[in-house]
């Protein structure tokens, strides 16, 4: 299968703790976006990169968060310091861009359900 | 700003019968525009989407979709739903790089 994969499925961590999440995109993909969504709500854009390059990060991603792709193929995204309001799913998707690539299109992988308890 | 409008936090329908699930959106150019599927704790799949050029399009499981200008909607239909289409459906719309979505519908099918 060559679909996005995402490591861990699930997380259940104390507050205060630190989280790290992987993303494997769709290899032929030079896009990836992190989303987070919570429960009766649709993703919300945290962040994405072009290869290594994180090129735009939401007001949503506050300074516990940081995310990387320093090959340009798998990303993290780290939580420090966890709050109960972090807990959600993170969800991420990869896309191609250039020309002839279909804009936006983005697949998803089965996203992290973080619970912070 | 955009937004993506998704009246209908949930709806039943019986098998066999059709389902059309709203969206509008808000947006002063043509957007590109996209409907997704969430099965239970799962991520979001393609069902299909929207450019340009005919405004009916088609997508995946017998999905299909209208582009009215007008009405600044994008509707989801399909003429005989099954007990598998059970799910959560998300509008999306796509400017400046990433996905903009709805709150999502969630969809039950009584046998």
């Known amino acids: 299968d060559t679909g996005v994969s995402q490591n861990p499925r699930h997380k259940i961590t104390k507050r205060g703790q630190n989280v790290t999440f992987r993303c494997d995109p769709i290899s032929e993909h030079n896009r990836l976006y992190w989303y987070r969504q919570t429960l009766g709500q649709g993703p919300e854009f945290l962040t994405y990169f072009q290869n290594e390059a994180q090129l735009e990060k939401s007001r949503l991603l506050s300074d516990r968060f940081s995310a990387e792709r320093p090959k340009g193929s798998f990303s993290t995204l780290e939580i420090q310091r966890t709050e109960q309001g972090d807990s959600a799913m993170y969800l991420c998707a990869s896309s191609q861009s250039g020309a002839g690539a279909p804009r936006y299109e983005q697949y998803f992988g089965p996203g992290t359900r973080l619970t912070v308890t | 700003a955009q937004s993506v409008t998704q009246p209908d936090i949930h709806i039943t329908v019986s098998e066999g019968a059709s389902l059309e699930l709203r969206c509008n959106y808000s947006y002063g150019a043509t957007p590109y525009l996209f409907w997704y599927v969430q099965s239970p704790g799962q991520g979001l799949q393609l069902l299909l989407k929207?450019?340009?050029?005919?405004?009916l399009v088609q997508g995946i499981k017998g999905f299909e979709a209208e582009f009215k200008r007008s009405q600044s909607s994008f509707n989801l239909r399909k003429p005989s739903v099954h007990w598998s289409d059970a799910a959560e459906y998300f509008c999306a719309v796509g400017r400046g790089n990433k996905l903009t979505f709805g709150t999502g519908t969630q969809l039950k099918v009584e046998l």
């Open positions: 929207y450019f340009s050029g005919d405004t």
